[in-house]
């Protein structure tokens, strides 16, 4: 399936058909989650956003779905045929009957949770189990290849049921055993910024695709931007660098460095008021949400490689992209 990013590469969509409605969803891809839900045409701040108007399945109860980026919604079970690029399916999903207002401006129109069963806050199996145990893909398997908006290819894609041999070498590809029961999370090995080896001892990283930035502790983050030039933390504690930044950063995963491009290390720039030109906000940011020794790693590394995502095997691969 088609997987657009937005203009800074912090979301990832997929076109999604549901029901009769002509028009496709833009939903969110995201492997941070597991939980599929879209919008209630009951949802008072949905706006022109497209919804659905299926009736709420006797029996169900409102779950409370709530993202570390502070976006929470109301949902009740329906039900409706789900059209995934050609594959439709009558199915179960969640219709969003509030949602705060921190994604009422926003131009997503759902989320589709990829991470594991166990993170499921509905009571229903995310929608690649659904998919494999209906018999509609082989395998409980996710390709994914996150584009770069600032090469304007429009390549990206997710795979649903297995991978695109022709986005990734081969022979690059490594297999690490996925460390968490909820979300898919991999050991790092160790890190290098340039030549230099800056960290040692292993971190966790969970791969979300739902996410931009790589945040850490306070402590890795401070770390990790003591070796790259230029760096600027601000009172509030976020780290600023330069706008044409050239530096690497390599995450060793599986035994193999992979590399960051140096541009994905920089994200919007900071406003004219800020009196600093030439800066913008690092991709690497710290967080009290981040336990120590653990990362969340968003598509500043993982448009830089390909994914596949195995929940029958519990396993994450990583290869070099073509």
């Known amino acids: 399936m088609p997987l657009v990013s937005d203009e800074n ?21 995201d492997t941070g989650s597991s939980d599929f839900w879209v919008y209630s045409s009951t949802c008072p701040t949905r706006g022109n956003k497209n919804s659905v108007n299926t009736p709420i399945l ?43 207002a921190l994604i009422a401006d926003k131009p997503e129109e759902g989320v589709m949770g990829f991470a594991l069963a166990s993170g499921a806050r509905m009571g229903l199996p995310p929608v690649l189990d659904t998919l494999f145990l209906s018999g509609l893909i082989q395998e409980p398997v996710t390709g994914w290849k996150i584009a770069r908006h600032k090469d304007g290819k429009n390549d990206g894609e997710v795979v649903l049921g297995g991978v695109n041999p022709t986005k990734f070498v081969a022979q690059s590809l490594v297999t690490v055993k996925n460390l968490d029961a909820v979300s898919w999370k991999a050991k790092v090995d160790g890190a290098s910024i340039g030549n230099i080896r800056v960290m040692t001892s292993p971190r966790t990283a969970i791969l979300d695709t739902g996410a931009l930035h790589i945040t850490t502790s306070f402590q890795d983050a401070a770390l990790l931007h003591a070796y790259i030039f230029g760096t600027i933390v601000t009172p509030a504690h976020q780290y600023l660098l330069p706008c044409n930044n050239q530096v690497v950063l390599s995450l060793s995963i599986g035994g193999v460095f992979w590399t960051i491009d140096p541009r994905d290390l920089v994200n919007a720039p900071l406003p004219p008021e800020a009196g600093m030109p ?22 500043t590394f993982l448009k830089n490689v390909y994914t596949v995502l195995d929940s029958k095997a519990n396993t994450i691969g990583i290869a070099a992209l073509r």
């Not at 030439?278 to 968003?298: D, H, K, M, N």
């Open 58 to 100: 006797p029996g169900s109860k409102a779950s409370f779905i709530a993202y570390e980026n502070g976006v929470a919604v109301t949902t009740e079970i329906t039900r409706d045929v789900v059209d995934f690029g050609g594959r439709a399916l009558n199915m179960p999903f969640a219709a969003a009957t509030e949602a705060s």
């Open 9 to 29: 590469d912090a979301l990832q969509f997929i076109p999604v058909r549901i029901g009769s409605n002509p028009n496709p969803f833009r939903i969110v891809a």
């Open 278 to 299: 030439g800066y913008c906000f690092s991709s690497i940011q710290p967080t009290a949400a981040r336990q120590p020794g653990e990362w969340l790693v968003g598509t």
